[in-house]
Nanobody, 123 residues
């Protein structure tokens, strides 16, 4: 069992930055792929970024490449999503997710989810 708690969301102007954190408890990172997804009002939940179990491979959606990075602090069991050059279309609720062997970009294949944190980017 894994419990995930996100933090770091908020309001920012376009071009600004935010860093989201996801604190995990219950298991170590080496057992899970860690992912970030987002969901805007009226839209489906979409993949943003993921980190392999070893932490050696990162995956990023095309829409965020060059702007977002995913990383982790294994000692603190925390994964981060650094978001730079934010755009209004990045506005969404951001969710942290974990699974032992998901299809990386498919939300339905992740078993564990956080409660989400709101990110609002104004133009």
């Amino acid at each position: 069992q894994v419990q995930l708690v996100e933090s770091g969301g908020g309001w920012v102007q376009a071009g600004g930055s935010l860093r989201l954190s996801c604190a995990a408890s219950g298991r170590t990172f080496s057992s899970f792929v860690m992912g970030w997804f987002r969901q805007a009002p009226g839209k489906e939940r979409e993949f943003v970024a993921a980190l392999s179990r070893t932490g050696g491979t990162t995956y990023l959606a095309d829409s965020v490449k060059g702007r977002f990075t995913i990383s982790r602090d294994s000692a603190k069991n925390t994964v981060f999503l650094q978001m730079n050059s934010l755009k209004p279309e990045d506005t969404a609720v951001y969710y942290c997710a974990a699974d032992r062997a998901p299809a990386i970009t498919s939300a339905t294949t992740y078993d564990y989810w956080g409660q989400g944190t709101q990110v609002t980017v104004s133009s």
